[in-house]
C-alpha cells in the first residue's frame, strides 16, 4: 500500500519556469514532511521540510505549501535551473520512520 | 567532515550467495537506518539503530536479511541466500540525535547497489 502518493512521475520544465510536484498521504500520525533530492549514484539529500502546522515554507527557490485538510502538500522550484535536473522524492515521517514517495524525475532544458 | 560512507559500492552476487554490506556513518551520529531502494521507486524503510539498539526491524522483507551494528558505530546489512529480487540500491543513513525525532535531518550514503544474477 503505497502511504505517500507523488506525482507526476517525470517533469520536463524550461530555465526560468517553475516545476511543481504533488504529494498526498493517508495516514493522519504522519508529524514532518520533508522533501529530498537526488542525483544520479549519489543518496538523497534533504532539500526543505515542513510540519503540518504550517501552511507554508520557503527557502529561496524551493517552496512547500502543505494542505492538513485535504491531505496533500506539493513543492514549487522557481525559476527552475538545469542544475535543479535530478530525482525529488516527498516523504513523511511518523517517528522515526520515513515513508518515501516514488520520486518525480525532473529535467529542465536550457 | 567525511559523510557517510558505504562499501562496496557495487556488488554481483550468484542467487543463493550470501552479502553482507557495510555503512560508516557520520562520527557522532547516534541514529542509523537502512533503506531499499528498487530500480524507479523512492528508498523503504528496512531497520533502525539507536545506537547498538535495533529499534525497529519492521521493513526487513524476510528472515534472509539481518542487520548489525554492535559498537553502535559501522553497520552492517546481511542478505542470505540471496534472490533475484533483492536486486536494489541499499541505503544507509544516520542522524545526530534520535530525541528530535522525526525532524533530526537524515544524511544518506551513497549507497551499494546490490545485483543478483
Known amino acids: 500500500q503505497q502511504q505517500v502518493k507523488q506525482s507526476p512521475q517525470s517533469l520536463i520544465v524550461q530555465k526560468g519556469g517553475i516545476s511543481i510536484i504533488n504529494c498526498a498521504y493517508e495516514n493522519t500520525a504522519f508529524d514532518y514532511f520533508p522533501w529530498y533530492q537526488q542525483f544520479p549514484g549519489k543518496g538523497p539529500a534533504l532539500l526543505i521540510a515542513?510540519?503540518?502546522?504550517?501552511s507554508e515554507k520557503k527557502e529561496g527557490r524551493f517552496t512547500i505549501s502543505f494542505n492538513k485538510s485535504a491531505k496533500q502538500f506539493s513543492l514549487h522550484i522557481m525559476d527552475s535551473q538545469p542544475g535543479d535536473s535530478a530525482t525529488y522524492f516527498c516523504?513523511?515521517?511518523?517517528?522515526?520512520?520515513?515513508?518515501f514517495g516514488i520520486g518525480t524525475k525532473l529535467q529542465v532544458i536550457p | 567532515g567525511a559523510g557517510v560512507s558505504q562499501s562496496p559500492r557495487y556488488k554481483v552476487a550468484k542467487r543463493g550467495q550470501d552479502v553482507a554490506l557495510r555503512c560508516d556513518p557520520i562520527s557522532g551520529h547516534v541514529s542509523l537506518f537502512w533503506y531499499q531502494q528498487a530500480l524507479g521507486q523512492g528508498p523503504e524503510f528496512l531497520t533502525y539503530?539507536?545506537?547498538?539498539?535495533?529499534?525497529?526491524k519492521s521493513g526487513l522483507p524476510s528472515d534472509r536479511f539481518f542487520a548489525e551494528r554492535p559498537e553502535g558505530s559501522v553497520s552492517t546489512l546481511k542478505i542470505q541466500r540471496t534472490q533475484q529480487e533483492d536486486s536494489a540500491v541499499y541505503l544507509c543513513?544516520?542522524?545526530?540525535?534520535?530525541?528530535?525525532?522525526?525532524?533530526?535531518?537524515?544524511?544518506f550514503g551513497p549507497g551499494t547497489r546490490l545485483t543478483v544474477l
Open positions: 543513513a544516520s542522524s545526530l540525535d534520535p530525541r528530535a525525532g522525526g525532524t533530526d535531518t537524515q544524511y
Open positions: 515542513i510540519r503540518p502546522d504550517v
Open positions: 516523504a513523511a515521517s511518523v517517528g522515526q520512520k520515513v515513508t
Open positions: 539503530f539507536q545506537n547498538e539498539a535495533q529499534l525497529d
